[in-house]
C-alpha cells in the first residue's frame, strides 16, 4: 500500500510541477488526478498498486475533509458575507453530482445490475 501511495503523491507532485512550469489556472491536485486518470485508462503497470491505496483514503474520506470544516467554523466571519451563495454552491454541487454520478453509473453499467433472465420486477 506505500507504493500506491507514493504513487498517488508523485502524480500530485507532477500536477504542482506542470502548473508552476505552465501557470494554468487550475488546482495543482485536481490536475495530478486528471493525469493519474489518464495514466490508469492507458492501462499503466502500476494500476494494481493504487487501488488499495486509494481505498482506504476514501474508507477515510471523512478524516480528509473535517479540516475543512474547522477552518470554515473558526474563519466564519471571513465568509459570513457570502454564507447564501456558499449554500447554494455547495447544495447545487452535491445535488448535481448525485444527478451526474447516477447517470454514469446508469450508462456504465448499462443493464448489468439487473437479474439475468428477469423482467427486473422481481417476479
Given at each position: ?54 481505498g ?9 475533509i ?58
Amino acid at each position: 500500500m506505500i507504493d500506491g501511495l507514493l504513487i498517488l503523491l508523485f502524480f500530485q507532485f507532477l500536477g504542482e510541477v506542470v502548473i508552476r512550469l505552465t501557470g494554468l489556472p487550475l488546482p495543482a491536485p485536481v490536475l495530478g488526478m486528471v493525469l493519474l486518470l489518464l495514466a490508469l485508462l492507458l492501462n499503466a503497470p502500476f494500476s494494481q498498486r493504487v487501488a488499495p491505496a486509494a481505498g482506504a483514503l476514501i474508507k477515510h474520506i471523512s478524516l480528509l475533509i473535517f479540516p475543512l470544516g474547522v477552518g470554515i467554523v473558526l474563519q466564519w466571519d471571513r465568509y459570513q458575507d457570502n454564507a447564501l451563495a456558499l449554500v447554494v454552491a455547495v447544495v447545487g454541487g452535491t445535488l448535481l453530482s448525485l444527478v451526474l454520478v447516477t447517470l454514469m453509473l446508469k450508462l456504465l453499467m448499462g443493464g448489468k445490475h439487473r437479474e439475468k433472465g428477469g423482467d427486473g420486477h422481481g417476479h
